[in-house]
Nanobody, 130 residues
Framework: QVRLVESGGGLVQTGGSLSLSCATS??????????VTWFRQTTGKEREFVAA????????QYADVVKGRFTISRDNTKNTVYLQMTTLSPEDTAVYYC?????????????????????WGKGTLVTVSS
């Protein structure tokens, strides 16, 4: 069973920064050939798209609400995808998930739809205090 593992969440004050990581838990699955997408979810709301990076790390996409504040990147040698978050606000408080769909070596735009993803982590909680 494929399992993605998010880490790096925590409590931060408004205006602060956090860096999240997404890796795999072991086995043979690797992130290297996949677009990796970050979503976030707050209680009572659907998971919303945050950012995505294609398999080569060349193309990135961001939700408007995080554009200019968040940066997604990847290190395929480490089989890890990162989400650097800056200028955080309480509205960024959520559980952050990384996910992949089933397409290898896709050069198209990432899907913003959570239901299109097939592999998920359990999430990491980010809390931004006011």
């Amino acid at each position: 069973q494929v399992r993605l593992v998010e880490s790096g969440g925590g409590l931060v004050q408004t205006g602060g920064s956090l860096s999240l990581s997404c890796a795999t838990s072991g086995g043979t699955f690797t992130l290297r050939g996949y677009t990796v997408t970050w979503f976030r979810q707050t209680t009572g709301k659907e998971r919303e798209f945050v950012a995505a990076v294609n398999w080569r790390g060349e193309n990135t996409q961001y939700a408007d609400v995080v554009k200019g504040r968040f940066t997604i990147s990847r290190d395929n040698t480490k089989n890890t995808v990162y989400l650097q978050m800056t200028t955080l606000s309480p509205e960024d408080t959520a559980v952050y998930y990384c996910a992949t769909d089933s397409q290898l070596f896709s050069n198209g735009r990432a899907s913003y739809i959570a239901n299109d993803m097939v592999n998920w982590g359990k999430g990491t909680l980010v809390t931004v205090s006011s």
